[in-house]
């Protein structure tokens, strides 16, 4: 039996576009994980220059938690609070692209910027397998 594609779904914070990609490629069996790029994970908060940072690795159970005694109305309304509860139910918590050393087959990234910030950081590493990734 051939070996099973390893898949990455990449975007920002792993909460919006990667998690819901690592669902539905989870949900139907492909070998997936997800990650996100930026500095911090940053979730809409109750105004555009107030939102809400967290550290990646940050449990999304603790950040819903916190989200709904924050505001729970306003977490409701804006969906973060549905979207925590879907991350939960796929893993943990949110993961940083540049502390992983899974090997994948595919990396796929939910925005140009993204991109950029993976091709960099696969570029300063220090190459063993001499493997192209799509």
């Not at 990449?10 to 539905?24: D, F, L, T, W, Y």
Request: with cysteine; net charge positive.
């Amino acid at each position: 039996m051939p070996q099973k594609l390893r898949f990455a779904m990449v975007c920002a914070s792993n909460q919006n576009r990667s998690m819901e990609a690592h669902k539905i490629l989870k949900d139907n069996k492909f070998t997936v994980a997800s990650y996100g790029v930026g500095g911090h994970v940053k979730l809409p908060g109750p105004t555009q220059k107030q939102p809400n940072v967290y550290e990646f690795g940050t449990p999304y159970e603790f950040i819903h938690n916190q989200l709904k005694d924050k505001d729970e109305a306003l977490y409701t309304r804006n969906g973060l609070l549905k979207m925590l509860q879907r991350n939960m139910a796929v893993k943990t918590a949110p993961e940083k692209w540049q502390y992983s050393r899974e090997v994948f087959d595919a990396v796929v990234c939910f925005e140009e910027r993204v991109m950029e910030q993976v091709v960099e950081d696969m570029s300063s590493r220090q190459q063993t397998l001499m493997r192209p990734v799509l």
